[in-house]
């Protein structure tokens, strides 16, 4: 069993080694958009993307407005204009920039973005340097916070990435250098009893989770069965097959009238080459695998897959329960595939988990039991989007490792694709 | 404590006592539209409202599709076309008419829908007379989902005639005779403390239910307080003088924009004239009780209220905790007051849980463990729809008396509030 | 030639003689709204459309507004809202209720509308009885604006009230009475060559026009020619036979829009049945009689199919000249049609030019040269209409016999068409 | 008087001369850009706008695709995709790529957008070294009207930089370096007499001119009056303070509800800084000068301050009567001041006819008598845009010197206000 106390996670406390993981999470963003054209970071695609620029600039203005701002003596901005241009929807430190016109900015430009950034690592290592006791406590946190919110944008940057080139006639890959994942023989799917009664979830002790994640709480669950890996692509091929994106008998009402306003017939990025299903990946089109877990369905398409094939999607819970038992461990984005991948066919219990695709549950994002925000303005961080969103588990190929936890609760609305998204089975004991 | 098996509800299985509730029932739907006339029945005054001959031929239909077609011998359909014209959603049944587009239709008139209710009601009175053995359990169960199926369409029709009349300048009213509620003093609300552990929710038995109600399972409660009755027009009167509508840290983020986008700035219905608060009732425009249960807002505005006054909403299983104790007794249609009035002062424990407000609950609208849709094309009378939407409890005063259970999941999107809906609120045991 | 001295119209500054006109129009226009039910009274099919019970209430408040209010002594307004609910679009006499919610006011109802009619017919008639000396020819003035004004929304009510029937999946017809047309041959349309040069067109003398025909003024044409006949149905047929519909380069960028945008495939009202085209008219589904001209094609079809016929259509100064030159007789609503009908194929020089289809001209709505608006509110009647609109001529099988003129403008949007349009061809000599 | 055959254009047809035209004005297009970032050229600030790099490689197509491609035996295109997305609007080409999604293109990029240039120059100066004979007239008129066409997108070029740099919020300017204009004093407009009777206007002669403004016709014009001058912003300014945007009874009905809609208050890129009006420029942010035109006007706009001024707008014959008389001479992009000026005081007759702002005519954009398109593809370059706009005359400081004629005719919808557009009164003789 993983065993939260004993990951060797750096100590936030520790100045030195928060400046360290500062300097590489910091530099990790920017390694990410090497591989771009000075174009490519001006684009937003649709209004759930960012520019690539905008992301680099937000995730420091994080730091400036929350960390530098309140902390470091003397502290000057970079350009008064920033605090508004980059504050992503915190209503409570000041009106927005809109988020969909984010594309529309050809200024500051990416060399004035990193500049920005540079002035930010600069007074934050001078701050790192000569931490202000008074508030060490709570800077650390901020930092902590920061961080962890940059490695998040770090996965909404490849997700954007991939979009924004998706969305180009011309299909271009992000990196040619990606070598292909090694094929692996298909495996059906084994389905996993687990034993219901009062469970635990939800995170307790010191370590850095977000607040959605708290408080630890108990459950009630009857005995359920969980699939030991999530849907594949060629499973998914056969939905399709059967008429299933033709068939409102196996979609939620307002699944349905997604599926016939946007005309789905197949996963995002999907594309029928000669009669044969390609798929876009961040290194180009590729033949679909179909014994890769699906990816970039939405909630609804997930759900109507499920009700095709009589089994439900597991609820946060017992996704919690059965992934607390497993090492967080699998195929994140230092894996280095960028795309979800054939899982191993040897081996026993449940498999992918973590990594290769975020899984869909069955459960709408809503407070624990006992849930409490940050205090002031970082309380918009996670509590005022719990509604309308459903949650998700497990991170993905896209996921910094060490980022995902068992107890990580993401959340999207049911309509959205863009994401590595996917999901595995659940069903009743019998 | 309330024992379901002591209700003395009809037993649906013997016919007699089914043709007269099937009478009763039908009769009812008729008499809410008589003080209408006849260019009320044919006005949609936004997307979610139907005209009230719609409803009136909608529920007709519900006979004539699930029941007299299959199982009347020689029954002939009163029209070929009612059959597109009033299918509400039934995908799997036939491509339904425009739910947008109801208020389009001049034909066919009034006269028309209460002669086609009239060939239903002959035809079905000829069913019920003449009960083919074979299939008497299925067509008992179906006759009486419709007749369910016609109350919650008369709950409809009033909040549907209140949208109508109350989006026309002239401000005229459903009824001149109705009495004004007595005036209650005020009081202030006191916490009940339940304790938690597990629970059972849900129905069990062989009582009427709907799918979503069931089946009867455990859940996992923490102790919580729960108020003993709803938020008053008072006391949100407050939240509005506190400038609760005007500041985002109060707001789910979808409830912000919504607020912003539709510029609310009280409850649905009401207006301020000469500095006082006004609303529209069923009766006209009567000023607001501060002492009655606020009625007509959204989820978000329950939850914005709720974060404002330093507590949270009941989940649904809280709620029903609660509820499971008390007798289904309230401020019904029967009541005759068609509008929430002022709770009693005295007594303990509990109140207006049943009738006049629906309560929303923080609880999405999602499957019960286990859950099942019925076969066949009534398995999407509810199950589809559940996803985006949040649960409310309890009924209104627009609720048929009987109609409502402690187990009953009312549910709609949390921007929806033309329906009677309040809230009360819970909290955490100190 | 026809001269407009010698019309023998009644002179509308004797009071009797505008008495009858007035008891006479106001009649008709409640006898064009008899064959209805009171449900289509209230429907508006489309934001174009108006409730039938809406230009009922309308017609008569242009009296009270502007004949009554100002002049009659003692005048009580019928109903203090009325000003506010049936102001078409004179924002200088207050804020009118937005056109397109219309269709939402059951009230007031048909009745109190009719009720509405004879307060105001009452005061009108006893104000034209004592008609105060000082004003009468400023208050004949208004009256005969507001009868003509009443003629317009005759013909306004057939066409709106064959929008309503015929949006309804029943397609009832308005009238079940009304004879099919006789028969004609076909005949192949004949050029008639006009010269060219220094031209007289619109309005003078002081017989009653709206403000948008005057003044009289000179325009340079050159030689032109004009078809003695307006396009048939079967004419139009072999239009849509050879892919009219689907090829972009016979249309204007703003008609392919339309065109693609609203999926048009044949004029408004045309459904194939079983191979054959038919369409709807006031007496029903008809079958095309492909002898009868063209109806309900918008500007763009009527330019599309002028282009592909190697032709063009005529400005409303060519369509002026020529109709200048013959007498105001044709298929308006009198003949008793209601709807267009196959010319005769005797006889010589241009028919058709009155009534039967309002005909799109080439040219834009603009002021002629030295227009003038009548002053005050009465201004907004024509002149603030004069951009983007076509304008038309000669008037419709719904164009009440006497209303039309060589002279009028009649004016709408390209890409409108469910009034009687049609349109006639036009090309250069040799 | 302007003689047109006294012009000394270069005769289109010697091959030396055009390959000097054709060098000059494709190192002009992309002189304009160098100013501008890398990011710049991305950006798409509205549906009217398109990317800076779209249209670097938009004219370099239109060689491609009517020059290249036809003539030069072996061309090979530079990329397969982009015939796909550069073309704008030529249906009878194939599909354009949509043109409000010009923005989401970061491929390819502004360098690959010049290699194509270089690519195209290259064949286009192989073309013209070793022109074919038997074509070379008909590829001399293809490549003059694309080096006309590349002028227009010159022009185009620079209004939607300034629209791409004024959305953002840092206001950023396009060039830091342009001197401000010297400062005029005041002068009233005085009016010009022109005498009404058979006029020509249109283009004749076998110099370059587009087909829209073909043939050279006659029209009859009554006496006429006309300003000597553009309104001006210190006029403007007057119409604002007399409330000129809250009066409907100045507006056409469709630019009220533009004014209502859009919620303007004054010009396009005013904005009222420490109570004092500013408006951006291409050199940033400047105080509004009272003596140069009012520019960045609607049609609406114009039409409403005519309507308060007691004027009207002039007709484009007109306009072009006047303007026959003048040499085309003025504020053109040559001048170097890329924003309207105060004219002169001193001298007589109408001046800023040319150059300043393209004045709005009363004319809608609508065939001549006679008017042919060109035959092909290229017919679609004018002809099809002739409903909806409004012709609008003279050129204006973004206009390069040479491109504007007395008979030009600009188009452009009523509600369209981004580029250089202001506007002169005419009115009626006595």
Redesign the interface.
């Known amino acids: 069993m993983h065993n939260r106390a004993e990951t060797p996670a750096p100590d936030p406390m520790r100045p030195a080694s928060l400046a360290d993981r500062y300097a590489n999470i910091r530099a990790t963003s920017e390694a990410i958009c090497s591989p771009l054209?000075?174009?490519?970071?001006?684009?937003?695609?649709m209004a759930d993307v960012s520019p690539p620029?905008w992301h680099l600039a937000h995730v420091s203005w994080f730091f400036e407005a929350f960390v530098l701002q309140p902390f470091a003596p003397g502290y000057r901005v970079f350009h008064p204009?920033y605090d508004?241009?980059f504050n992503s929807?915190y209503?409570?430190h000041g009106t927005p920039?809109p988020r969909p016109k984010r594309?529309?900015?050809?200024?500051?430009?990416?060399a004035d973005v990193h500049r920005y950034r540079a002035h930010v690592d600069d007074a934050m290592h001078d701050l790192l340097a000569t931490l202000p006791q008074e508030h060490a406590e709570e800077i650390a946190a901020r930092i902590s916070l920061g961080l962890h919110h940059e490695e998040q944008h770090q996965e909404l940057l490849l997700t954007d990435i991939k979009h924004?080139?998706g969305?180009?006639?011309?299909r271009?890959a992000y990196r040619d250098d990606l070598p292909d994942p090694p094929a692996q023989p298909a495996r059906a799917p084994a389905w996993l009893a687990y034993e219901g009664g009062?469970h635990e979830i939800g995170a307790a002790g010191d370590h850095f989770t977000y607040d959605n994640e708290r408080p630890r709480?108990?459950?009630?669950?009857?005995d359920f069965l969980l699939a030991d890996r999530p849907v594949t692509n060629g499973e998914f091929l056969a939905f399709i097959a059967d008429g299933g994106y033709q068939r409102?008998?196996l979609?939620?009402?307002?699944?349905?009238s997604t599926v016939q306003g946007a005309g789905w017939q197949a996963p995002l990025y999907w594309e029928r080459i000669d009669g044969a299903w390609h798929h876009l990946t961040l290194a180009g089109l590729r033949p679909v695998d179909e014994n890769a877990p699906v990816c970039h369905v939405s909630?609804?398409e997930a759900?109507a897959y499920a009700r095709w094939a009589g089994a439900?999607l597991p609820?946060e819970a017992e996704w919690e329960v059965a992934a607390a038992e497993q090492p967080v461990a699998g195929n994140f984005r230092e894996a280095g595939w960028l795309q979800p991948v054939a899982g191993l066919t040897r081996g026993r219990g449940p498999r992918q988990l973590f990594g290769d695709v975020w899984e869909w549950t069955?459960?709408?994002y809503?407070?624990y039991?006992?849930f409490r925000t940050l205090s002031g303005t970082l309380?918009?961080y996670n509590g005022?989007?719990?509604?309308?969103q459903?949650v998700l588990r497990g991170g993905s190929c896209a996921t910094p490792d060490g980022h995902a936890r068992a107890t990580y609760r993401n959340f999207f609305y049911?309509g959205q694709r863009w994401q590595f998204m996917g999901f595995r089975l659940a069903g009743?004991t019998q």
């Open positions: 054209t000075t174009e490519d970071h001006v684009i937003q695609s620029k204009h508004f241009l929807y209503e409570t920039y594309g529309l900015l050809s200024r500051p430009t990416v924004i080139l969305t180009n006639p011309l271009p009062v709480h108990r459950v009630y669950l009857e409102p008998e979609w939620l009402s307002d699944g349905w909630f609804y759900d439900r609820t069955g459960s709408a809503r407070p039991p006992g309380g918009e005022k989007f719990m509604s309308g459903m049911p009743e």
